[in-house]
């Protein structure tokens, strides 16, 4: 079965500065996917950022990257330019890409606090 | 707005008794999934059904069930309800291909008493 890891339960970072949340998993499939989701107070699951295993180039959107390394099973987030919005819980996310299922395995979370 | 629904919002019953959650589904997907977030398991996936089938099981315990509806609408339905039900249940839904990313409903929180 796969697992997925978030070593970091609560990280803070300055407004406008850069943070990076860690993720590791565990799985022995070669093609999946990730995902950081980011939860709010308003508890609302929004997806942040996906990555496709089979990808080597790391996904971005906008402020918001990610650093995957397939050998090290290590899918890292970057926020850059760190905003008082991004205030959140934020979960890494593993989905096989075989048949059968497409449900998604969930770190703890890591909560985020951005100071101004 | 994710275009997933869910109803209701909040949701307080006492021990014993029995709910049922309900899920629609953005236009156009197929899957249906329920995940059930708590403070001690964090989030679990509970159950996925695809066109009317189930198509995926994770920890669904034996006293819940769910079913998806022709119109694609599903309902997650809890009986003997005990405190440690207590949680944020999520319905999420995608296109059900596996490039599908999914996408959720605002959750409904059950407090059990």
């Known amino acids: 079965a796969q697992t997925v890891t978030q070593s970091q339960p609560e990280m803070s970072v300055q407004e406008a500065e850069t943070v990076t949340l860690s993720c590791t998993y565990d799985?022995?499939?070669?093609?999946?996917?990730l995902f950081w989701y980011k939860q709010p107070p308003s508890r609302q699951m929004i997806l942040v950022i996906r990555?496709?295993?089979?990808?080597?180039q790391n996904a971005t959107e906008n402020r918001f990257s990610v650093n995957f390394q397939k050998a090290a099973k290590s899918f890292s987030l970057k926020i850059s330019d760190s905003q008082l919005g991004d205030a959140a819980m934020y979960f890494c996310?593993?989905?096989?890409?075989?048949?059968?299922?497409?449900?998604?395995?969930f770190g703890k979370g890591t909560k985020l606090t951005v100071n101004p | 707005d994710s275009g997933v629904t869910q109803t209701p919002k909040h949701l307080i019953t006492a021990t014993g008794q029995r709910v049922t959650l309900r899920c629609s589904p953005r236009?156009?997907?197929?899957?249906v999934y329920w995940y059930q977030q708590s403070l001690d398991q964090g989030l679990q996936f509970l159950i996925q059904?695809?066109?009317?089938?189930?198509?995926a099981k994770g920890n669904i315990l034996e006293r819940f069930s769910a079913q998806q509806f022709p119109d694609l609408h599903s309902e997650l339905n809890l009986s003997s309800l005990e405190l440690g039900d207590s949680a944020l249940y999520f319905c999420?839904?995608?296109?059900?291909?596996?490039?599908?990313?999914?996408?959720f409903g605002q959750g409904t929180r059950l407090t059990v008493v």
């Open positions: 999420a839904s995608s296109a059900g291909q596996a490039v599908g990313e999914a996408f």
């Open positions: 799985t022995s499939e070669s093609d999946y996917y």
């Open positions: 990555q496709e295993a089979y990808k080597q």
């Open positions: 996310a593993y989905r096989s890409a075989q048949g059968g299922s497409e449900k998604l395995v």
């Open positions: 236009s156009g997907d197929l899957s």
């Open positions: 059904y695809y066109n009317g089938e189930e198509r």
